[in-house]
T-cell receptor
Framework: ETGVTQTPRHLVMGMTNKKSLKCEQH?????MYWYKQSAKKPLELMFV???????ENNSVPSRFSPECPNSSHLFLHLHTLQPEDSALYLC??????????????FGSGTQLSVL | GQNIDQPTEMTATEGAIVQINCTYQ??????LFWYQQHAGEAPTFLSY??LDGLEEKGRFSSFLSRSKGYSYLLLKELQMKDSASYLC??????????WGAGTKLIIKP
């Protein structure tokens, strides 16, 4: 148990569907992240929220829309996805102190398949 | 460009020792992390090195040479539960994490 919970664990959706991924952290951290993990590829940082403000958006297509209503919750809203978006989506949190070395606490991820 | 290289897959025998290497090229350096990820599970933190040298934590040790842009993770007395992917990540001068693709470690009896 890492203190970061993601739901659902698995999701299959069609290209015209709209769905949302949910992440909740119970660690009192001040930063939350969405990562995409594809087989045999490095983790790709998608979005970063620090103190509920989006501080990073790594050129992610607009079909992915994040939402951070408070410091403990993070959502990723999905719409009109493409088959190449099929991957494991990982949420993580950390306590940012600005001096580096902050370790990330990851959730178990949502395995997304787009048909 | 920034780059992290680590072997795609390694195989080792239960009870043995294995060394997983990671080389990096980044804009600046603010430390190197190792994470372990079992299949279908969350990556979990193993180690953080920011100064040269070896840091030991039980059966796992992590080494860093900043001048060579090189790190390794050493696993001793291998157990079947050590079968997992091991992710190397380097923090650059902007405190951005640059990730390797991970090394899948297979432990055989």
């Amino acid at each position: 148990e890492t203190g970061v919970t993601q739901t659902p664990r698995h999701l299959v959706m069609g290209m015209t569907n709209k769905k949302s991924l949910k992440c909740e952290q119970h660690l009192g951290h001040n930063a939350m992240y969405w990562y995409k993990q594809s087989a045999k590829k490095p983790l790709e940082l998608m979005f970063v929220y620090s103190l509920e403000e989006r501080v990073e958006n790594n050129s992610v297509p607009s079909r992915f829309s994040p939402e951070c209503p408070n410091s403990s919750h993070l959502f990723l809203h999905l719409h009109t996805l493409q088959p190449e978006d099929s991957a494991l989506y990982l949420c993580a949190s950390s306590q940012k102190v600005g001096t580096g070395g902050e370790k990330l606490f990851f959730g178990s991820g949502t395995q997304l398949s787009v048909l | 460009g920034q780059n992290i290289d680590q072997p795609t897959e390694m195989t080792a025998t239960e009870g043995a020792i294995v060394q997983i290497n990671c080389t990096y090229q980044t804009s600046g350096f603010n430390g190197l992390f190792w994470y372990q990820q079992h299949a279908g599970e969350a990556p979990t933190f193993l180690s953080y090195n920011v100064l040269d040298g070896l840091e030991e934590k039980g059966r796992f040790s992590s080494f860093l040479s900043r001048s060579k842009g090189y790190s390794y993770l050493l696993l001793k007395e291998l157990q079947m539960k050590d079968s997992a992917s091991y992710l190397c990540a380097c923090m650059d001068s902007n405190y951005q994490l640059i990730w390797g693709a991970g090394t899948k470690l297979i432990i055989k009896p």
